[in-house]
């Protein structure tokens, strides 16, 4: 599937009140997975069962890295990593088959250590931006149907719940049950 992306100058670094974003590259995979490791412990300590630690490595992200975008986020132009995501153009394992009408958030995560209040609603936005601005007027994501408090978190930054998936096959080969869920991008 082919996508109209942003022009590369603008691909490669927009910023954020207190943040700068990236495209990743593969010199960051070590990275990536590191700031997945950490949200994973994160969760637990938590008590949200989700992800895991050591559940995707450098594969995963070299992959994406090739099938679509991954971004970082760092503290400022050139400080430490602050968060990632990755944005995917079509998501058939959670969303069936479906027009060219939307970005798919994943992996949203950032790092307690360096991340200033609000930078996972900063990602999501830069998330949102990229999106509308390849004239895709939708961003959807799922989280993890028995994760209540992530839901919540999406809800109060304006997405809609629009369905879910029982059988969803994931991350380390599991199936789990997700709920679907989308928000309208202004344009422009």
Same mark, same amino acid.
């Given at each position: 599937?082919?996508?109209?992306?942003?022009?590369?100058?603008?691909?490669?670094?927009?910023?954020?009140? !207190?943040?700068?974003?990236?495209?990743?590259?593969?010199? =960051?995979?070590?990275?990536?997975?590191?700031? $997945?490791?950490?949200?994973?412990?994160?969760?637990?300590?938590?008590?949200? =069962?989700?992800?895991?630690?050591?559940?995707?490595?450098?594969?995963?992200? @070299?992959?994406?890295?090739?099938? %679509?975008?991954?971004?970082?986020?760092?503290? %400022?132009?050139? !400080?430490?990593?602050?968060?990632?995501?990755?944005?995917?153009? =079509? =998501?058939?394992?959670?969303? %069936?088959?479906?027009?060219?009408?939307? @970005?798919?958030?994943? $992996?949203?995560?950032?790092?307690?250590?360096?991340?200033?209040? *609000?930078? !996972?609603?900063?990602?999501? +936005?830069?998330?949102? $931006?990229?999106? +509308?601005?390849?004239?895709?007027?939708?961003?959807?994501?799922?989280?993890?149907?028995?994760?209540?408090?992530?839901?919540?978190?999406?809800?109060?930054?304006?997405?809609?719940?629009?369905?879910?998936?029982? *059988?969803?096959?994931?991350?380390?080969?599991?199936?789990? %049950?997700?709920?679907?869920?989308?928000?309208?991008? $202004?344009?422009?």
């Amino acid at each position: 599937m082919t996508h109209t992306s942003p022009s590369s100058a603008e691909s490669s670094l927009t910023s954020s009140p !207190g943040l700068s974003f990236r495209r990743a590259g593969e010199s =960051d995979l070590a990275e990536l997975v590191r700031l $997945r490791d950490d949200a994973a412990r994160w969760q637990i300590a938590g008590g949200i =069962d989700q992800w895991k630690p050591g559940e995707l490595g450098p594969e995963h992200f @070299g992959a994406r890295l090739r099938a %679509g975008e991954v971004w970082i986020a760092t503290a %400022g132009p050139g !400080g430490p990593s602050a968060g990632a995501w990755e944005l995917w153009w =079509d =998501d058939e394992s959670a969303w %069936g088959v479906q027009p060219p009408v939307a @970005g798919y958030v994943h $992996r949203l995560m950032t790092d307690r250590s360096t991340a200033p209040p *609000g930078a !996972g609603r900063a990602l999501l +936005a830069e998330a949102e $931006r990229r999106i +509308a601005a390849s004239g895709r007027p939708l961003c959807r994501l799922d989280c993890l149907t028995s994760n209540t408090r992530l839901r919540r978190y999406y809800e109060e930054a304006g997405y809609v719940v629009v369905g879910g998936q029982a *059988g969803k096959n994931g991350d380390g080969g599991r199936t789990y %049950g997700v709920t679907l869920l989308e928000k309208r991008l $202004r344009e422009g």
